[in-house]
């Protein structure tokens, strides 16, 4: 009987429970019927689902922003509190904007609240105290509303939340990608995460992660953010990513920085943090910095936004081990030994944000004193026309080489640069974080061989943006080594300047070695050697690493000796199985570059001769391929090719013997000249000094000559172009020797010259006379009451003064070019050139290029604010419609009509002034890349001598 009591007590407790449970529920308005409505959606006939801030919710609804949404309730003053879980359910246009709910009781405001596309949720309650009709609407605004948990609740009744609004409850420190994944990602960020349950998610709405890693400054982190701040045609590329925090967070430190590059461009781009859709943080990134560790601030941050864009060009940014802390957690350094600077950032609160220079020196103080770079310390950015996989080469295999003035290089970086159709940096760049550890740098550069381009460039050498060695790179000159001095510096920069032209030069850098203190003698690098005999075939030996015949030519020019099918065919029957051609050229071909303008190239120097480059005659050409460096300029705007070829000896001969006869005349292959028994001049080098020089020409009989070469490394044989075409000589029975061979040897005639000034202000200018092409227009704006037009013509007018201004600014420095003759004592006549002010003073050409570049990347930013005044107009030209009066249509017709010319001057302006200042670098480059030294007296960069 007692157990039957308890039987029946039981039931009615768990009866009475459950009808008090029942009690408290509230009612969901999406079960009541609504009295009407228009652009709304309930959860179930949204793919059954809302999804707002990375969550799911099946109760609710969503109001479009389009015009005359809304939904209503008949509630007959039942109910005491509305609640519900406000976001955004953008159906249309997912990008960046925001909006507005409004929800009225009886036509009285209860709720106004902005809401921002992909904001995370929130609970929200009002008092609705006696209210009949409740009306939710969105005015017409740009962002769409999702309300899911939409409850109403008697007076008897407690409110409370009955689905979550973020996602992440622990209450301990996350990381980000690791722990928590974003709700939304742009789509140029890509996300990386060691948590295997990200990279293939079971729930189809999560983010999908990479399984990779993330690089910056030569370090790796396996959690973070990838984002591509791309350069785009229109607007600045924006990428986001958000991640709904709910609020739970006191601060967030995280690495960011430039990624480790290839391929890069040297550019700039943004990096923001938004709270709440509040900036906490934003920094300018700029490729090769190094990257810094970063603490701020979020408190009270709800859902956190990470946006990154392009500033020049594009760039990529990395964004690793984002850590989250709650309230009496104490941020805890990823780099143990990061050097804390407060960030003074415009709106930050420097006491709310800490800013860190992420430091490598742990494992750089591991590496020896004495340390190469590349496989000890690999380069963390690289870009110009390289990628680590074509430029970086780590002693992977003896036979992974490049090869730099017939030498095999096995680890090293080639720098080849390019010029791009979206962007002017045509240089090449390699950049190695060396932590403050080092003093001192050693390395050796040269012309890459089987590159496909002989021209000139230079090499800037810098530690921590100060530059340490500044050297022009010549194709022809053997290989160079050079110490510089690193004064402990972190960030170490190789630049290749570049050019303007389509084909550029590869350059090496090779045995790069690292030093704490004084550099010391070492043997870190191994490079194959041949066997070198008393006297060996010079063919035999190696073969040439530079061999350039006339372009025009297209027969084979080397012969190896090494089959019987192949041979030279020479006038009296004979067949030569082993030897090369030499001929010049004379011709028209011009390269078209990217402006599809015909530009100066520059040549490689004959030997220490010089060859001068410029405008001369009016005439522009720049490259004849293969080999564009052996063009020179004459006055009808011809091209002039010399022809060489050039060996590596070893160190070990100091005697090279040859026999040179002409196989074909130079009349019976050309038209292009008619001159009569031409003289041609060979010169033979020895590592850049010309050590003989002979006159060949086309009657001769075949002639053997022996020169001294004084073991050098680089044994060049150059045929100097006279101003025609040669006939094709062909050298061969080459043999190099140790010892003095019995044959008598022509030498060099020896020269002591004094420079003599014969002559003042010969004509020779280098400077654009760039204000003459400025336009000189007076235009008054004209007005209406149409708002677009006139909108119009204000952009239309502040943007052309920002042009006017910039213009004034350039054309208040004004200076000219003074060209003097000068003769040396055995009466060769040479040039002083040197650029000055009107009061006399000479400026330095280097400064003079650096700020034509800056004159040049400024315009090319103006001529981009007149693009968008053009794009303006086409909305604008739609205001013409709403003017009535036929005068007044006419003539604002004649107004658009003569801005446009008006446009179309200044934008022409622009591309000349462009134009001009490259001519003028061009110009100066040239005459640097060909400067002399005339007896003992240098050129300088305030005066240039050349030939």
Not at 126 to 147: C, E, H, K, S, W
Not at 574 to 592: A, N, Q, W
Not at 781 to 804: C, G, Q, V
Request: hydrophobic fraction near 35%; proline fraction near 5%; charged fraction near 20%.
């Amino acid at each position: 009987m007692k157990r039957l009591r308890f039987y029946i007590l039981s039931v009615l407790l768990a009866l009475i429970s459950i009808s008090a449970t029942a009690q408290d529920k509230p009612v969901y308005l999406h079960t009541l019927t609504p009295l009407g409505g228009h652009n709304y959606k309930f959860a179930h006939n949204m793919n059954d689902y809302l999804e707002m801030g990375g969550l799911v919710y099946k109760r609710g609804f969503g109001l479009s922003a389009q015009k005359g949404n809304f939904v209503e309730w008949s509630l007959k003053g039942k109910y005491k509190t509305l609640s519900f879980i406000l976001g955004s359910e953008p159906w249309y246009d997912k990008s960046h904007k925001k909006g507005i709910l409004v929800i009225t009781g009886d036509g009285r405001k209860i709720v106004d609240r902005i809401i921002t596309t992909y904001e995370s949720p929130q609970w929200i309650t009002a008092d609705i105290t006696g209210v009949d009709i409740l009306r939710f609407y969105v005015p017409n605004t740009d962002a769409d509303a999702g309300l899911a948990d939409v409850a109403v609740w008697r007076a008897d009744q407690t409110p409370y939340q009955t689905s979550p609004t973020h996602t992440f409850t622990k209450s301990e420190p996350i990381m980000l990608c690791r722990d928590l994944m974003p709700y939304r990602v742009g789509n140029r960020h890509t996300i990386y995460s060691s948590n295997p349950k990200f990279i293939k998610p079971d729930d189809i709405l999560a983010y999908r992660a990479e399984d990779g890693t993330i690089r910056l400054s030569g370090q790796t982190y396996k959690n973070g953010i990838e984002a591509n701040a791309e350069m785009a045609l229109i607007g600045n590329a924006e990428a986001i990513s958000h991640f709904n925090l709910g609020g739970q967070f006191a601060k967030m430190s995280f690495i960011v920085g430039p990624l480790d590059t290839d391929d890069g461009t040297l550019q700039r781009g943004w990096f923001v943090i938004k709270s709440n859709d509040k900036i906490i943080y934003e920094k300018e990134i700029i490729e090769g910095e190094l990257a810094s560790e970063v603490t701020i601030d979020i408190e009270g941050c709800r859902y956190l936004e990470i946006r990154t864009h392009n500033a020049t060009g594009s760039l990529r940014i990395g964004i690793a081990n984002c850590m989250l802390y709650p309230k009496g957690y104490e941020v805890v350094s990823t780099n143990q030994t990061a050097q804390t600077n407060l960030n003074n950032l415009p709106g930050n609160d420097p006491t709310k944000v800490i800013e860190k220079t992420i430091d490598t020196s742990e494992y750089l103080k591991s590496l020896p004193d004495v340390c190469k770079l590349v496989t000890s310390i690999p380069p963390y950015a690289i870009g110009g026309g390289m990628t680590r996989e074509n430029a970086v080469f780590e002693d992977l295999s003896q036979y992974v080489t490049f090869s730099m003035g017939g030498i095999k290089y096995s680890e090293g970086v080639v720098l080849q640069s390019t010029t791009n159709f979206f962007h002017n940096n045509t240089g090449a760049h390699v950049l190695f974080n060396l932590g403050g550890e080092f003093d001192y740098l050693s390395f050796t550069t040269g012309w890459v061989g089987k590159c496909g381009v002989l021209k000139n460039d230079w090499l800037r050498v810098t530690a921590d943006d100060k530059v340490v060695l500044q050297v022009p790179l010549k194709a022809t000159d053997p290989n160079r080594s050079y110490t510089v001095p690193l004064h402990k510096c972190k960030i170490l920069k190789f630049e290749k300047l570049g050019m303007a032209s389509m084909d550029h030069p590869a350059f090496g850098l090779a045995d790069m070695v690292v030093y704490r203190g004084k550099p010391v003698e070492h043997n870190l690098f191994h490079h194959p050697v041949p066997e070198c005999p008393e006297t060996i075939d010079l063919i035999d030996l190696n073969l040439p690493y530079i061999h350039y015949v006339s372009s025009a030519m297209d027969v084979k020019r080397l012969f190896d000796g090494s089959t019987q099918r192949e041979y030279f065919a020479m006038p009296n029957g004979e067949r030569i199985y082993k030897g090369f051609l030499l001929k010049t050229s004379v011709h028209f071909d011009l390269e078209m570059g990217p402006t599809s303008e015909p530009t100066t190239g520059i040549i490689a120097p004959a030997l220490g001769a010089s060859f001068m480059v410029g405008a001369i005659g009016g005439a522009t050409v720049s490259m004849v391929a293969p080999f564009g460096a052996l063009l020179a300029l004459a006055a009808g705007g011809t091209a002039h090719e010399a022809s060489c070829a050039a060996f590596n000896t070893w160190k070990e001969y100091n005697y090279v013997t040859f026999t040179v006869a002409c196989r074909v005349k130079h009349n019976t292959i050309d038209t292009i000249d008619c001159k009569q028994d031409p003289v041609e001049i060979l010169k033979i080098g020895a590592d850049g000094e010309v050590v003989a020089e002979f006159g060949i020409y086309d009657k001769m009989q075949p002639t053997t000559y022996t020169v001294p070469i004084n073991k050098c490394q680089q044994l060049m044989f150059w045929l100097e172009c006279g101003g025609s075409n040669s006939g094709q000589f062909i050298l061969y029975d080459l043999k190099v020797h140790k010892n003095k061979p019995q044959i008598t040897i022509p030498l060099i005639t020896e020269r002591n010259n004094v420079p003599q000034v014969l002559a003042d202000k010969e004509p020779y200018n280098i400077c654009s006379n760039a204000a003459e092409l400025y336009p000189q227009i007076e235009w008054q704006r004209p007005s209406t009451i149409n708002r677009t037009i006139n909108e119009y013509f204000a952009l239309y007018t502040e943007r052309l003064k920002k042009f006017d201004d910039f213009m004034e600014e350039i054309f208040k420095v004004q200076y000219t070019t003074v060209s003097r003759y000068i003769k040396s004592a055995n009466g060769h006549q040479y040039r002083s050139i040197s650029v000055q002010e009107r009061e006399g003073d000479r400026y330095n050409l280097f400064k003079i290029m650096e700020r034509n570049k800056t004159i040049i990347n400024t315009m090319m930013d103006q001529r981009s604010l007149v693009t968008a005044v053009r794009v303006a107009r086409v909305p604008a030209m739609r205001g013409l419609l709403e003017i009535t009066d036929p005068k007044r249509l006419v003539e604002f017709r004649e107004h658009f009509k003569q801005a446009a010319e008006i446009l179309k001057a200044y934008e022409d302006a622009a591309a000349k002034l462009i134009e001009a200042k490259k001519a003028e670098n061009k110009a100066i480059e040239s005459l640097i890349n060909n400067s002399l030294d005339i007896d003992g007296i240098k050129s300088t960069e305030f005066e240039v001598y050349v030939k």
